[in-house]
């Protein structure tokens, strides 16, 4: 099942149960403060069934919604929010070192580089396919290829610039996995470029500076990931 059938699925109950409350048929005020979190588990399940979805990330989501309720319930004492954040990090690292060299064996890179580590405004890179980590630092990127593929990206307390204006593609979809954690990630991306975001917001989100028109048999680049207390823009 899609992670929208199941968010589609939880607001049909929510407006049932507002509606029982309004009727005074049974109350509901006291149930829903205890197990609001409940919600975020339930996104967190169905994304993981969800092949368009980042597992890892669905996980984090998970997670995090089961800590919540537990902590709720007063299950877990008050401290127990202060693991969440290591936790994360270690899932994120981990899952970086494996899906690298995933990518290199899925997709064919061009080497030919020209990065200078000290001077951000002048970081130009050919890669076809881009992957990169912001730890409690800040990156900024300009991209040129004449067949992009994709992009997997993690701002973690820190800050992500790529500008992608001036790269091609051959291709009709390209994902760009954008994962926000306390962070923020800025994406340019060419004009004639179509944009569709499926990204999970959990007290962060994705948005769009300028509103685009849907422009027939041109690129469509998807948005997936998680902002987690951060955000990804796209210009």
């Known amino acids: 099942m899609k992670s929208k059938h199941v968010a589609g699925i939880i607001l049909i109950v929510l407006g049932v149960v507002f509606l029982l409350d309004e009727l005074d048929i049974f109350y509901f005020g006291d149930i829903i403060r205890t197990y609001w979190p409940l919600l975020i588990v339930f996104y967190g399940l169905g994304s993981l069934f969800d092949k368009s979805k980042s597992k890892v990330f669905s996980a984090i989501v998970l997670v995090f919604g089961s800590i919540v309720q537990l902590n709720k319930l007063e299950y877990l004492n008050e401290g127990i929010m202060s693991y969440f954040l290591p936790s994360v990090l270690i899932i994120v690292g981990v899952n970086m070192i494996f899906e690298s060299e995933k990518n290199k064996k899925k997709i064919k890179v061009d080497f030919d580089t020209d990065f200078d580590s000290n ?72 004009q004639d470029w179509n944009v569709k975001i499926e990204g999970t917001p959990l007290f962060g989100g994705y948005s769009m500076n300028h509103k685009r028109q849907v422009i027939e048999n041109a690129p469509t680049v998807v948005f997936r990931g998680l902002a987690l207390f951060g955000g990804v823009e796209i210009d």
């Open 119 to 190: 001077d951000f405004e002048k970081n130009t890179i050919k890669d076809n396919f881009i992957s990169h980590t912001a730890l409690f630092s800040g990156l900024e990127l300009k991209v040129i290829n004449e067949d992009f593929a994709g992009a997997k990206l993690n701002a973690i307390f820190g800050g992500i610039e790529i500008d992608l204006t001036n790269v091609k593609t051959t291709k009709k979809v390209i994902v760009i996995e954008a994962n926000a954690i306390f962070g923020g990630i800025e994406i340019t991306i060419p």
